[in-house]
């Protein structure tokens, strides 16, 4: 099947809104079972979480969210490279794809230096390290369980070679912890047949004070991250944005927050700027997180495609 096949089929399930939620990482099994069933009743078109070396390992995870749902779709955001071979990735993804035909995606990604070297590993060049990753994977693809529906594989992309890189040697590119202005740049980079699948983090309040609080608590992390920092000085934010938890102008960019009228915009800037479906990062702990979801379902998911489909 070709290239294009793939992404209209997945773009037609996913549909123009999804769940991303850090907190699944954490949450006991059955809480999270409960949770995926909620969001899948809700009508949000996927549900995705991230993966920890030595935490809750991707695969096994997504076939617990899969096992508890219906129809929804899941997907890693990401898969880390540095927690297997490449050809136990390129398993793993088709094993859940021959499963759940056509309700798995697969996000992989090249984590960041100070998480992997933590690990016990040396980080290595990103892009060269991911393009030959990306060789091994496509090297075990005989070996891998055959599937009905084809697995779409998306990159964590954020600067132009990474994204070229998810446009040549995969089906499209999930961008994380970036302001509404970076996805034109990615749908420009990727051109109009590759998926576009921005995550977005959230806060349902309206008190700026409370609201920047939050997002400030959920940004720290990430701000101690190269890849992150390079990529928002790319975009033209400064040390003094960065600096102190980050500015207000950089914490309204990275965290929508408000009413829902107001998180509805946010989606809807992103779709415009070309993205195919968000990722909503509602912030605070699971039950937080689903309160403001169910909050959210009538303005957001009443969101239509976007142009760029």
């Not at 209209?8 to 949450?27: F, I, K, M, N, Q």
């Not at 809700?42 to 695969?59: D, M, N, P, Q, T």
């Not at 938890?245 to 950089?250: E, F, M």
């Not at 800037?269 to 912030?283: I, N, R, S, T």
């Amino acid at each position: 099947m070709t290239g294009s096949y793939v992404v209209g089929s997945a773009r037609e399930r996913l549909g123009p809104v999804g769940v991303w939620l850090g907190v699944l990482g954490t949450a006991p099994i059955a809480q999270e079972r409960e949770v995926a069933r909620r969001i899948e009743e809700l009508g949000y078109g996927s549900i995705w979480c991230g993966e920890r070396v030595g935490g809750k390992e991707a695969f096994a995870h997504q076939s617990l969210l899969l096992a508890a749902t219906e129809q929804i779709v899941t997907g890693t955001g990401i898969a880390n490279v540095w927690a297997r071979h490449p050809a136990a990735m390129q398993g793993g993804a088709a094993t859940l794809g021959a499963a759940y035909p056509g309700r798995f995606v697969l996000g992989v990604g090249i984590s960041h230096a100070p998480i992997v070297d933590r690990s016990g590993q040396t980080y290595e060049k990103p892009l060269a390290h991911m393009i030959r990753y990306l060789d091994g994977m496509d090297a075990a693809v005989g070996d891998a369980p055959a599937t009905d529906v084809p697995v779409p594989r998306v990159l964590a992309a954020l600067r132009p070679r990474m994204l070229a890189l998810a446009r040549d040697r995969a089906d499209g590119a999930h961008p994380y912890f970036v302001p509404p202005s970076h996805t034109p740049i990615a749908r420009e980079a990727l051109g109009p047949d590759k998926l576009l699948i921005p995550e977005q983090a959230v806060v349902l309040n309206t008190d700026p004070a409370e609201a920047r609080r939050i997002a400030r608590g959920h940004m720290q992390f990430y701000l101690q991250l190269p890849n992150y920092v390079n990529n928002l000085k790319h975009l033209g934010y400064t040390d003094e944005d960065i600096s102190a938890g980050g500015s207000d102008r950089l914490v309204d960019a990275i965290v929508a927050w408000g009413d829902e009228a107001s998180i509805a915009n946010r989606v809807r800037e992103h779709l415009d700027g070309g993205a195919d479906h968000v990722l909503l990062q509602p912030l605070g702990d699971l039950e937080q997180a689903l309160g403001q979801l169910e909050r959210l379902m009538p303005a957001v998911l009443g969101q239509s495609g976007p142009a760029a489909s």
